[in-house]
């Protein structure tokens, strides 16, 4: 599966945004999907993940409460809506694409382009 991700831009803290990433190819739906960040100087890290059927999610502690992670397989489509953005949200953000639920990158087997957020003060 390709995917693009799209929806970053320049918000202020406390504002929101919302990320999304289109998929190309027709397994779309049997992938669990999943959100990574990595900011300048540090190691990609797990944001959330979203099962097959949208019926199971996960986040990172530093985001819970703030960032929802939802899906439309008609669409082909994952989204992350960010609220309460803090500073430290300033990151490039990158879809995935996993067979199965998971939290580590390695087993994410398709990746997007990422797309840039900065959060300002």
């Known amino acids: 599966v390709q995917l693009q991700a799209s929806g970053g831009g320049l918000v202020q803290a406390g504002g929101s945004l919302r990320l999304s990433c289109a998929a190309s190819?027709?397994?779309?739906?049997?992938?669990?999907m999943g959100w990574f960040r990595q900011a300048p100087g540090k190691e990609r890290e797990f944001v959330a993940v979203?099962?097959?059927?949208?019926?199971?999610?996960r986040y990172a502690e530093s985001v819970k409460g703030r960032f929802t992670i939802s899906r439309d397989n008609a669409k082909k489509t994952v989204y992350l809506r960010m609220n309460s953005l803090k500073l430290e949200d300033t990151a490039v953000y990158y879809c995935?694409?996993?067979?199965?639920?998971?939290?580590?990158?390695?087993?994410?087997?398709?990746w997007g382009q990422g797309t840039l957020v900065t959060v300002s003060s």
């Open positions: 995935a694409a996993a067979d199965r639920f998971a939290i580590v990158a390695p087993l994410f087997n398709s």
């Open positions: 190819g027709r397994t779309f739906s049997s992938y669990a």
């Open positions: 979203i099962n097959w059927s949208g019926s199971s999610t």
